[in-house]
């Protein structure tokens, strides 16, 4: 009988619906601190559900579990990110990781709407003058050129055009923005961008991104990707959205370019390292804001994992292929 290890959330959320796989026994991660699974069980287990919103205890039970299970064949995630190195580490044992990806696209789309809204319409200063109890209007005599500029005469490259991607397009246009597309398969017109670009000719449409929205999963090849040179070819004055990973930037380039005004504004919903440090300078950048790795929270995140979770479990019980499989990184 195959055997699966689930966090105990799950395990009791989802009793009947996994109770109505034939063969199937569920094994809940003990929650005490300390305790542990029974060599016995270890052995038989062939299957486990990684899930960060179980809480960060279930999650070092599951993925210390799945390390130490010596007949592991598949482990499912919760989320959509598989760059830590430990799921790389399950793939090369052999073993199919499958995650969850698309699931929280569009709450972390407009968050990342949110982000940009706040820095182009210049509500950071009026928040900060509020804090102050101080009426201050922003400077009547300032040229044009630095006024907050319209979204409709803009143009915002997407650095990975895939769900949250997509819908950050989708929210985009509804503001005239010019959409340009990064990834490596041409976009068509469901994608609803005005223009794609590959990867590798990124350089050639970072000069007319006014907005850079980043969303392109880590891997080897996107580590590092806007680094100080593709920064400095953004127009003075660019703004820069990061919901992806903090490592597909060189964060002390962008500080810099932040603190001299070379990039008007970040928001950042993602760093490197994670937590941020206490003294990192990204917290006190006046054109900048940083939220915790937290841009995907939504009420209706919690039935998604479990709909998709139960729908993996029926295909790995029927010994059909995922196409949510992920490839090595």
Not at 39 to 53: D, G, H, I, Q, Y
Request: aromatic share 6%; with cysteine.
């Amino acid at each position: 009988m195959p055997t699966i290890l689930v966090p105990a959330d799950i395990a009791t959320r989802l009793h009947d619906q996994l109770a109505a796989f034939d063969d199937l026994e569920v094994i809940a991660a003990p929650e005490g601190e300390g305790a542990i699974l029974p060599p016995e069980v270890m052995e038989r287990l062939e299957a486990a559900f990684f899930n960060t919103a179980s809480g960060p205890l279930a999650s070092r039970r599951i993925l210390g579990a799945a390390r130490r299970a010596p007949n592991l064949k598949w482990l499912h995630m919760g989320h959509s990110g598989a760059d830590d190195p430990i799921f790389q580490e399950l793939m090369d044992r052999g073993v199919a990781v499958t995650n969850s990806a698309g699931l929280a696209a569009e709450p972390i789309a407009q968050t990342a709407m949110a982000g940009l809204l706040a820095l182009n319409r210049g509500l950071l200063p009026w928040i900060e003058a509020q804090r102050r109890h101080s009426w201050e209007q922003s400077p009547r005599e300032l040229p044009p050129e630095q006024q907050p500029p319209v979204l409709s005469e803009q143009t915002m490259v997407i650095l990975g055009l895939g769900a949250i991607g997509g819908y950050v397009a989708q929210y985009a246009r509804a503001f005239g923005i010019h959409l340009v597309g990064v990834r490596r398969t041409p976009a068509g017109p469901e994608d609803g961008v005005d223009e794609w670009c590959p990867p590798d000719r990124l350089a050639e449409v970072l000069p007319r991104a006014n907005i850079l929205v980043s969303t392109i999963p880590l891997t080897a090849t996107t580590r590092g990707m806007l680094d100080a040179t593709a920064l400095d070819l953004l127009p003075p004055g660019a703004l820069f959205v990061n919901v992806s990973r903090g490592e597909i930037v060189d964060q002390d380039a962008l500080i810099e370019r932040l603190a001299s005004g070379r990039i008007a504004g970040a928001y950042l919903d993602v760093t490197d390292p994670e937590p941020l440090p206490s003294d990192s300078p990204l917290w006190d950048l006046p054109n900048t804001i940083v939220s915790p790795h937290d841009s995907a929270r939504s009420a209706g995140q919690w039935p998604k994992i479990d709909a998709i979770f139960l729908e993996e479990v029926g295909r790995w019980l029927r010994g059909e292929e995922s196409p949510r499989l992920v490839r090595d990184r």
